[in-house]
């Protein structure tokens, strides 16, 4: 399996130097203060694309020869991946037709089209990305135009690495270690190529969403294999099934990886909107937030995260902020059975509910007769340690109260 070397990222870093400007790299107080690191951010988000999809993709389509530039490029994607190709073949002048699926956000198509401009078509096909990923292969057999591969490209793998090669460069050292995100495993991959041939010490974490964790997945099984389910929420690292090339680089130098929990994700979502001003995605998120699960480095340690996207639609922090509270133990849901009889509400609020709890939620589910009424309660606490001593009330209580836990299949109607 061939695998870019460093001598592909530096030719890389120079086909971007035109294109992708350098991002910033700054420290954060705020999780240095929190881990006891000195930690400091690869701000990916800052960039035209706000990610660093657009490395590889710059890489791959500006490295094409005159005749494959005249058959145009193409790609499968709704997310960054496609927006990176938009803005590669906007400063290249190269033809693209970029295959969506319906489900595409349309502030995502909107935002291809301005990086793309006349460049760009994009087309709707299909209602998953599997099937959008298929038209996009039979168009580039029909029409010859080149497949631009999100990751698993010796090519765009070489472009992703030059964020790593940045970092060394701007640190001025080699820091003790590296956290990225994981989807497909293309940012992962390249840095794990700069790294071992200029700073071999440097510790190298990779972080998973927990609901799609398909490099973990793939080196249990010894190869790629394709997840059965998927946690759509941290989007832009949700992959079923990582590259070839991406695991191979995984498998010769042996990362650590790390599963994070959406609701972690989204409290370091939070904190970087709240705390650092910081508009981050979920899958940008990543990297901070598996920091906050612990890292294996002395205290003190020089720790640089990939925060490797910004393309957030302001519509769901309404979504990251439930998952917070509900990851931090700080909301919760209660089926409660009320007698259908005066005072019963009053009775919970007055004998049940803590001082400082909050109703967020009540709703009635049915009546299952005459007697009583199930209603569905959404309880929010002021501190984690509350919540103990509310169970401990509503088991003394003479109703019957269940639980939904956040694993039941119930809890994402909740959302």
């Given at each position: 399996?061939?695998?870019?070397?460093?001598e592909?990222?530096?030719?890389?870093?120079?086909?971007?130097?035109?294109l992708?400007?350098?991002?910033p790299?700054?420290?954060?107080?705020r999780?240095?203060?929190?881990?006891?690191?000195?930690?400091?951010l690869?701000?990916e988000?800052?960039?035209?694309?706000?990610s660093?999809?657009?490395?590889?993709?710059?890489?791959?389509?500006?490295?094409?020869?005159?005749?494959?530039?005249?058959?145009?490029?193409?790609?499968?994607?709704?997310g960054?991946?496609?927006?990176?190709?938009?803005?590669?073949?906007?400063?290249t002048?190269?033809?693209?037709?970029?295959?969506?699926?319906?489900?595409?956000?349309?502030?995502?198509?909107?935002?291809?089209?301005?990086?793309?401009?006349?460049?760009?078509?994009?087309?709707?096909?299909?209602?998953?990305?599997?099937?959008?990923?298929?038209?996009?292969?039979?168009?580039?057999?029909?029409s010859?135009?080149?497949?631009?591969?999100?990751?698993?490209?010796?090519?765009?793998?070489?472009?992703?690495g030059?964020?790593?090669?940045?970092?060394?460069?701007?640190?001025?050292?080699?820091?003790?270690?590296?956290?990225?995100?994981?989807?497909?495993?293309?940012l992962?991959?390249g840095?794990?190529?700069?790294?071992?041939?200029?700073?071999?010490?440097?510790?190298?974490l990779?972080?998973?969403?927990?609901?799609?964790?398909s490099?973990?997945?793939?080196?249990?099984?010894?190869?790629?294999?394709?997840?059965p389910?998927?946690?759509s929420f941290?989007?832009?690292?949700?992959?079923?099934?990582?590259?070839?090339?991406?695991?191979?680089?995984?498998?010769?130098?042996?990362p650590a990886?790390?599963?994070?929990p959406?609701?972690?994700?989204?409290?370091?979502?939070?904190?970087?909107?709240?705390?650092?001003?910081?508009i981050?995605?979920?899958?940008g998120?990543?990297a901070?937030a598996?920091?906050?699960?612990?890292?294996?480095?002395?205290?003190?340690?020089?720790?640089?995260?990939?925060?490797?996207?910004?393309n957030?639609?302001?519509?769901?922090?309404?979504?990251?902020l439930?998952?917070a509270l509900?990851?931090?133990?700080?909301?919760?849901?209660?089926?409660v059975?009320?007698?259908?009889?005066?005072?019963?509400?009053?009775?919970?609020?007055?004998?049940?509910?803590?001082?400082d709890?909050?109703?967020v939620?009540?709703?009635?589910?049915?009546?299952?007769?005459?007697?009583?009424g199930?209603?569905?309660?959404?309880?929010?606490l002021?501190?984690?340690?509350?919540?103990?001593?509310?169970?401990?009330?509503?088991e003394?209580?003479?109703?019957?109260?269940?639980?939904?836990?956040?694993?039941?299949?119930?809890?994402?109607?909740?959302?």
């Amino acid at each position: 399996m061939h695998l870019p070397s460093p001598e592909d990222v530096d030719r890389a870093a120079s086909r971007l130097a035109t294109l992708f400007p350098e991002t910033p790299l700054q420290r954060s107080p705020r999780l240095s203060a929190l881990t006891g690191l000195d930690v400091w951010l690869k701000r990916e988000d800052l960039h035209e694309v706000r990610s660093y999809k657009g490395r590889g993709a710059s890489t791959l389509i500006a490295g094409l020869s005159e005749q494959e530039r005249s058959q145009g490029v193409t790609c499968a994607s709704a997310g960054n991946h496609a927006q990176g190709v938009a803005f590669a073949c906007a400063r290249t002048g190269t033809r693209a037709r970029i295959f969506l699926p319906r489900t595409t956000p349309r502030q995502k198509r909107q935002r291809i089209a301005a990086l793309g401009g006349p460049w760009v078509e994009a087309v709707i096909e299909g209602d998953t990305y599997d099937e959008a990923a298929l038209a996009c292969a039979a168009w580039a057999d029909a029409s010859g135009a080149t497949v631009v591969p999100a990751f698993d490209d010796p090519r765009t793998i070489a472009g992703q690495g030059t964020v790593a090669a940045e970092v060394l460069r701007q640190l001025g050292r080699a820091p003790e270690a590296v956290v990225v995100p994981v989807g497909g495993g293309g940012l992962l991959a390249g840095t794990l190529v700069v790294l071992a041939e200029h700073a071999p010490a440097t510790r190298v974490l990779g972080a998973e969403p927990a609901g799609a964790a398909s490099m973990m997945a793939a080196v249990a099984a010894g190869e790629p294999v394709a997840l059965p389910a998927v946690d759509s929420f941290v989007d832009g690292a949700a992959v079923r099934r990582v590259g070839a090339h991406t695991f191979e680089a995984v498998r010769r130098h042996r990362p650590a990886l790390t599963a994070v929990p959406e609701g972690l994700v989204c409290v370091e979502m939070l904190d970087l909107y709240q705390s650092d001003g910081i508009i981050a995605e979920p899958a940008g998120a990543l990297a901070p937030a598996a920091l906050r699960q612990g890292l294996d480095v002395p205290p003190g340690s020089t720790v640089v995260c990939v925060l490797s996207g910004g393309n957030n639609d302001v519509s769901r922090y309404a979504e990251v902020l439930e998952r917070a509270l509900v990851h931090e133990g700080l909301k919760h849901y209660f089926l409660v059975e009320f007698p259908q009889e005066p005072g019963a509400l009053r009775r919970f609020l007055d004998e049940v509910l803590g001082a400082d709890d909050d109703i967020v939620l009540f709703e009635y589910v049915k009546r299952s007769n005459r007697e009583t009424g199930p209603a569905l309660v959404g309880v929010e606490l002021q501190r984690r340690e509350d919540y103990a001593p509310l169970v401990a009330r509503m088991e003394d209580s003479p109703l019957r109260v269940e639980v939904i836990d956040p694993t039941s299949p119930l809890f994402r109607f909740l959302r």
